[in-house]
Every structure is written in C-alpha cells, then in structure tokens.
C-alpha cells in the first residue's frame, strides 16, 4: 500500500515540475547567443504576430513587407497573424508561454514584456544582437538598408531598455492629442491659448454644458452633448500625476498610485460628471463619434487614431448626414504647468521570443530589423498619426514631402492626420513612459479604473467622499492584484490570470491529491476494521 501511495506521489511531484517548466517558459531554454554566421542553406518559418487598426492599409504594409523580405531571404517564410487588439496578443503570448509556443516575433508593449520575461529566457535580450557586426543593425551581413543604433530616436529607443537589458526595438510612436472643436470654443466666447490647461478645459466643459428651459443644450440646440470626452482614462490619470510631480510607481516597481493628489483628481473628475461636462469613453463611446457629431467640444485620443477626427475624417465611424461642419484644432493634452508640458509616450514595440535553435532566432532577428527600414518607418507612419522612430526615416526626403503637404487631400494628406505626426515631432523632448516591471500593465489599469469607477458612480448618484475613496482603493488594488506585485521593497510576485492550460493542470493535480488522500484514508478504515476483534 505504502508503495503505491508513494508512486502516486512522485506521479503527481512529475506532473507539478512539468507544469512549473511550461508555466514559466522553457526553464531549461539557454540564453541567445548569436551564431558565427547565418545558414542561408536551411529554410525557416517564422511567425509574426501583429496589431492593426482596422486599417486595411496598414494589413498591406505588413504584407508588403513580408514579401520584400523574403525577396531578400528566400530561405525565410513569414506567417503574419493579425490581431484587433493589444491585450488579445498579450493574452495569447502568456498562454503559449505556458506551451512553448511562442510567436517568433510580436508587436506588443514593454509593459507585457516585462511579464513575458517571467518565463526565464522566453524573450531575447537584444543587447548583443544591436551591436554584432554582421547581423546587428546596419550590420556588414544584413541584406537590407537597416539603420544603425544611433540613427534610431534616443528617446525612442530607451523606452524598451529595462532590467539593465534592451528586449525590444521601437516601432511607431505615437501620443495623444487634443482635437478641439474650434468653432464652438469661440462660439462659447472664448479663444483658445496657445497650450491647453486644465482650468481652461474645465471652464469652457462646463459651459459647453448648459441647457435651455426644453432640455437643449444652448451650445449645439441637441439633446445631446458631451463637452469632454477622454479616451484612455489609464493614460489620463498617469499624465495629471506626472505633470503634478505625484507618485505613480518607483522604477523598482512600488505602488505610489494612492495618494492625495490622486484623490484630488478623482474629486475633480466626480464634480465635471457630475454637471455633465465630462464623460469617458467607456461610458459613452468613442469620442469621434461625438466631436464629428457636434455633440462635443474636446475629445482626447490617441495621434494613432486621428483620421477618425474632424469633419471631413476619412475614417469616421458616423453616416455623412450626421456630421456637423467645424474647424478642427490639434492641440497638446491640457497641463498644469504650461512651461513645462509633460505627455505619454506611446506606441508599439517588436520583441523577439527566444527559441532551442539560434538560427531560428536569427532569422527572426533580421525579419524585425527590416520594420525598421525606411520604406516600412514611412509607409506605415503615414496611415495614421504616427511618427517613424528612426531619425533616418524622420530626415527622409519622402516624409518630409509628406509633412509638407497637409491639406492637399483628406485621405493620404488630411491635415489632421499630418498635424498630429507633427505634434509629436515637435514634443519628443517633453514625453515620458512609466517604469516598466512585472504588473506595471495591471497597475495602468487599475489608474484608469479609479477614474472609471468615479465617473459610474457619480452618474449613479452615488456618494463620493473619503468613505468612498477608501474603498474605491481597497477594490481596485484587490482587483488587480496589486497587493501581490513585485515590488523594491519585497513581495509576491503577479503573473497574470493563469492561462488555461494551466488552471486545468492546476485542476488535475488537486483531483490526483484528492483521489491520493481519499486512497489513504478508504486504506486505513479497511485496515482498521479488518483487524477489529470478532465476536
């Protein structure tokens, strides 16, 4: 019996170490070394996994540049699997983690890296790859015009060094933007400063607000009006913070979002919902929808997303007979400190995950380095308000052309499209990121989230005081498990909702341990009553 019981326990010690190794990738995966040379004889397959924005554009830049790679690499295939959204990548990568089963390349963001590197080697650290002379960028064996390390935006390309490591190379940049109905500011009998401030924002939000005796709102006589609408509350609460010189989190990983200028802000943000001033995207849906409408004044969003801004936007989700007529600003995200203006750096990124064969790696390694070239940087960065992140694709004759030429038309050339690239040109200098750190994409959730809970709570006419506020923090940190992150001063460490896979895993060994358990109890009862005394 003893034997038996201890079979089943090593049975299930064998399953939970296997379940270790998938659920923190490969365990036993040496670190990348780069090989002496490439072997052009072998063929490789390699998959890239990609966002778009529902721009068909842009699916055929990526197709494009596929193929004209593998012009160069015949030995190379690119499977190119497309995604809608940031976090479904982000989902599925930790999944296949768990299986080995990684894509080759991704376009993701630092802060998913970050809890990609808990798997040990999983993703490739690019140090030695930038710099080798054959195969880093601009390398003496690369097939292709790469740009050199220092050719890429200094700015840019520290944003995906962490953990004293480079994990991955910039590949558009964006930030965000305020698109500003102009004709109804000055209608409201105001003009519009030269840098946004949040008093000013404010102000005008709540005169946009008033209603007349029948419900119509004085400012565009409709029953609907939302005079400010953010987009990203995550990035709206991060950046107040930021130019209020309040904490967020430390580059060790600390928690410093629940703090009293936190509080401040989200007191401000219940009373403009409160008045009907400001609502969220979230809430009440894309804020295009309602600035091409006339049925807003502000709408904060994304440079990425700017031709869905504006009256004559080629992307606008609204049908033509709803589009009011207005003269469209694109202005900086409103400040406190004008002087000195502080926005989000944002955009994604290309890692590389780390395989058992280095030449495997290598190919995928040269496949992620030509996004980087100028015909790729450019066509790209032309669909939407993004900036190349290369100074040499940025001094390009061709791009520059393109800059020149907003207005010409609203397609390729809409001026609101070209504005918000240029926006960014010229304020480069005055982004920031956030520290990167296993969690640090469940800590910018759960900024948001305050602001988000605020606002539902307000319009639910609920109460919003200090009671409140406690609460309102216990829960977010409960809900995105901040209390169990990472963090400079010790503690647990979050990986994430567990995959699939692995909760059913997880499931079995609790069966295996119960069946153990109900083995040895059943054992002993028999035994007992066996050796009972009869009569």
Known sequence: MKKRVISLMLLSA????????????????????????????????????????????QVEIYKQAIQDFEALYPNIHVNLRLYTDYGRIYNDVITNIATGTTPNVCITYPDHIA?????????????????????????SEVRFDAPKVEEIIPKFLGECAFEGHYYAIPYMRSTEA?????????????????????????????????????????????????????????????????????????????????NDTTREILYDVAEHVKSGAFSTFKISSYPANFLNAGQCVFAIDSTAGATWMGADAPLSDISEDKIIPFETEVMTIPQFDPANPKMISQGPSVCIFNKEDPQEVLASWLFAQFLLTNRVQIDYATTEGYVPVTAKAQSAEEYQDYLSRGGE?????????????????????????????NGSASLRNAAGQLIENVAKSTRRKQTVDDAYMETLYEDVTS?????????????????????????????????????????????????????????
């Not at 004889?41 to 998959?47: A, C, L, V």
């Not at 808990?118 to 054959?134: A, E, K």
Request: glycine residues 8%; hydrophobic residues 35%.
């Open 115 to 139: 809890t990609y590197l808990t798997g040990s080697n999983s993703v490739v650290s690019l140090d030695n790859l930038f710099t080798d002379p054959r195969y880093g960028l601009g390398g």
């Open 409 to 437: 038309d609203n397609q390729y050339h809409y001026d609101v499209k070209i504005r918000a690239s240029q926006l960014l040109l010229d304020n480069t200098e005055n982004t920031f990121v956030t520290p990167v750190f």
């Open 14 to 57: 064998l399953v939970l170490s296997l379940f270790l190794t998938g659920c923190h990738g490969s365990k036993g995966m040496d670190a990348f070394t780069v090989p002496e040379t490439f072997d052009s004889e072998r063929d490789y397959e390699i998959n890239f996994w990609a966002k778009n924005d529902t721009n068909m554009t």
């Open 479 to 535: 809900l995105y498990r901040l209390d169990q992150l990472e963090t400079g001063t010790g503690g647990k460490s979050d990986l994430g909702p567990l995959p699939r896979a692995s909760v059913a895993l997880l499931s079995t060994l609790a069966v295996t341990w119960v069946l153990i358990l109900s083995y040895v109890v059943g054992n002993a009862v028999y035994q007992k009553k066996r050796n009972r005394p009869q009569g």
């Open 178 to 258: 305020c698109y500003v109905n102009k004709t109804y500011v000055e209608k409201l009998g105001y003009t519009l400063p030269e840098t946004l401030t949040w008093d000013f924002i404010w102000e005008v939000s709540e005169a946009a607000a008033k209603k007349d005796a029948q419900g119509n709102f004085l400012l565009n006589g409709q029953k609907v009006m939302i005079p400010f609408i953010y987009k990203s509350t995550d990035n709206m609460m991060i950046q107040m913070l930021k130019q209020k010189n309040a904490g967020y989190s430390s580059p060790k990983g600390d928690i410093l979002l629940f």
